[in-house]
């Protein structure tokens, strides 16, 4: 794991070149493309990608410590020495999945999930919370996940049709 604004960081230099246009300090986009990431990390290798947890606030997921993060990080001081290989294959994998969506078709995305559904339970649709999401309701989340591989552009239950993989496989 690694911490989220590290994490952060390398996102927005990889949206950037994977889209070739400005994040623009979206923090709709950061918050959720980071929600994403988690969710995805724990479908395909069943463990998060950081530690840091989740609330559950009106506009979808949000990660408390990045809140003011395009106010305090100097995107020039950038290192991507503590991402390894997993973290660099899930955040390819949601870039190729959710890099194209606006911040608002997000958040509209990140209301349809369960945990954070759970997290507003007793809110109203504009009432503020900050309730944590348990890493467990994101693991549920995870599960209706199809998963997707964007080495090879598609998601892993087609491999079984491709006659490349079912002889690499044998």
């Given at each position: 794991m690694v911490k989220a604004k590290v994490l952060?960081?390398?996102?927005?230099?990889?949206?950037?070149?994977?889209?070739?246009s400005s994040f623009d300090n979206s923090e709709l986009r950061l918050h959720k493309l980071m929600y994403f990431a988690q969710r995805e990390s724990l479908a395909v290798f069943g463990e998060p990608i950081i530690d840091e947890d989740f609330e559950g606030w009106v506009h979808g997921p949000v990660l408390p410590e990045l809140r003011s993060f395009?106010?305090?990080q100097n995107q020039d001081d950038y290192d991507d020495s503590q991402i390894g290989e997993r973290e660099?294959?899930?955040?390819?994998?949601?870039?190729d999945q959710y890099a194209k969506y606006a911040p608002w078709t997000l958040r509209d995305l990140t209301h349809k999930e369960i945990s954070w559904k759970r997290s507003r339970a007793g809110l109203s649709e504009d009432e503020?919370?900050?309730v944590k999401i348990p890493i467990d309701d994101i693991m549920l989340d995870a599960q209706k996940v199809r998963l997707y591989d964007h080495v090879w552009?598609?998601?892993?239950?087609e491999f079984e049709d491709e006659p490349e993989?079912?002889?690499?496989?044998n």
């Open positions: 952060a960081k390398y996102l927005v230099k990889a949206y950037e070149e994977f889209t070739d395009f106010k305090e660099k294959y899930i955040v390819a994998n949601i870039l503020p919370g900050n552009g598609m998601y892993l239950d993989y079912a002889t690499f496989n």
